[in-house]
Nanobody
Framework: QVQLVETGGGLVQSGGSLRLSCAAS????????MAWFRQRPGKEREFVGH????????YYADSVKGRFTISSTNARKTLSLEMNSLKPEDTAIYYC????????????????????WGQGTQVTVSS
């Protein structure tokens, strides 16, 4: 089993930056991809971006493309989300997720694509 813990959330002004981190423990060698999702107030959880470990390719939702960057200094064990030019509509609980299933596509943007989830970290962007 893989366990995920997100940190780094907080309150930031519009236009500011924030960096989230996700620490993975357990059977991390099984991970084939990791992702960030978010749940904005009153809305369903939505995809933010992911990284696939075999190619290190990243993929982002259009709403964050060019502003958010996913990176990792230790594949399968750490995942970061650098968020720049933050907007009030980026206010959400941000979740880290890990996939263990075989990679059969280049895009994994659904909740069901990932088996393990962290508890989430709150990001609030004030206007």
């Amino acid at each position: 089993q893989v366990q995920l813990v997100e940190t780094g959330g907080g309150l930031v002004q519009s236009g500011g930056s924030l960096r989230l981190s996700c620490a993975a423990s357990g059977r991390t060698e099984r991970s084939t991809a990791m992702a960030w999702f978010r749940q904005r107030p009153g809305k369903e959880r939505e995809f933010v971006g992911h990284i696939m470990w075999n190619t290190r390719n990243t993929y982002y939702a259009d709403s964050v493309k060019g502003r958010f960057t996913i990176s990792s200094t230790n594949a399968r064990k750490t995942l970061s989300l650098e968020m720049n030019s933050l907007k009030p509509e980026d206010t959400a609980i941000y979740y880290c997720a890990s996939r263990e299933k075989v990679l059969t596509s280049s895009v994994y943007d659904r909740d069901s694509d990932f088996e393990t989830w962290g508890q989430g970290t709150q990001v609030t962007v004030s206007s």
